[in-house]
């Protein structure tokens, strides 16, 4: 029933997640391990825990995940069998025992009534050899405002601990943004498919950020940003009338400045936020002042 499916690439960690899957109290779940082509061979290591939980493992002749993250998951997920719930997790987080015990425990709860099932998180910041405090989210939450308190700096989001139904993935997919940057944003915004987000708070995913991976890196700036024009872009266009005014300004003054930090807004970006202002009756001077300031930037370069 549950698929936890693993795209891997680094070994230094690695045996942290798989000692987690082999603690699990439950062990009703397979494990799908997909070998990004890395030149760290987890062979050894992967024989040790043989016969402690269920897992396949394949390598991929070519590395993809240096191209596109989001189709190195997508072949990963393709390796799955029959389960109907799948989880992507990072091959260097790991889980609390009792995950997949909750994920049971609470099934009859969740099921029809959600499509998207969350965990709390710690995050383990290497760099300063620390554990964050526990995040943790409303039982029950529209995807939407789940997304807002993120935005707002409320709270933290990432791929790892969440679940997800099959049924959801193969009708959205995930979006391919630059670096998979927001792409698990926007997935559970659609993935979620009308229905709220169920949270489990009694049991936790570690989330590892460190300088070997995408979250943990400062060399990847312009692509990230790229992303995040891209992914709020998408928020505002479909997306904005679930939001009250206020929130609608946010979003859209946050999509204008990601730009700016990068480079003037083109003619097109600045009447597509014009047309955004007057659609949700919210046409200030201080906006018409930035539109034709940004305009008449642009016609006297």
């Known amino acids: 029933m549950l698929a ?12 942290a997640t798989l000692q987690s899957l082999a603690n699990q109290t439950d062990k009703r779940f397979k494990v799908y391990i997909g070998n990004d ?3 760290e061979n987890p062979t050894n290591l992967l024989e040790k825990y043989k016969g402690l939980f269920e897992f396949v493992y394949h390598r991929f002749d070519s590395n993809l995940g240096g191209i596109s993250l989001v189709k190195q998951w997508e072949r990963c997920v393709e390796m799955v069998g029959d389960e109907e719930w799948l989880m992507i997790m990072g ?6 025992e009792n995950l997949v015990a909750f994920w049971y425990e609470k099934y009859n709860i969740f099921n029809i009534k959600s499509e998207v099932i969350r965990f709390a998180s710690k995050l383990i910041v290497e760099e300063t050899n620390t554990v964050s405090d526990a995040y943790v989210h409303p039982v029950w939450e529209n995807a939407t405002d789940s997304f807002y308190r ?6 933290r989001s990432s791929l790892s601990e969440y679940i997800f139904s099959r049924i959801s993935y193969v009708k959205y997919g995930f979006h391919d943004y630059p670096l998979a940057w927001n792409s698990d944003d926007r997935a559970w915004l659609e993935f979620s498919n009308n229905k709220p987000i169920f949270t489990i708070n009694e ?8 300088m070997l991976n995408i979250s943990g890196r400062s060399d990847n700036v312009i692509e990230k940003n790229l992303s995040v024009i891209a ?3 998408f928020i505002i266009s479909n997306k904005l009338e679930l939001y009250n005014k ?45 539109f034709l300031n940004g305009i008449f930037k642009r016609h006297e370069s």
């Open 4 to 15: 936890i499916v693993i795209p891997y690439y680094k070994l230094t960690f690695f045996e």
């Open 37 to 39: 082509a890395s030149p």
């Open 91 to 96: 091959d260097d987080d790991y889980l609390d």
């Open 150 to 155: 993120k935005f707002q700096n409320l709270t």
């Open 203 to 210: 049991s936790i995913v570690f989330v590892r950020i460190s």
């Open 231 to 233: 992914f709020y872009k």
């Open 246 to 290: 206020k929130q609608r300004d946010g979003l859209m003054r946050r999509y204008e400045n990601e730009i700016k930090n990068v480079r003037n807004l083109r003619i097109e970006e600045w009447f597509f936020l014009l047309f955004i202002y007057i659609k949700n009756f919210n046409l200030s001077k201080k906006f018409l002042k930035r």
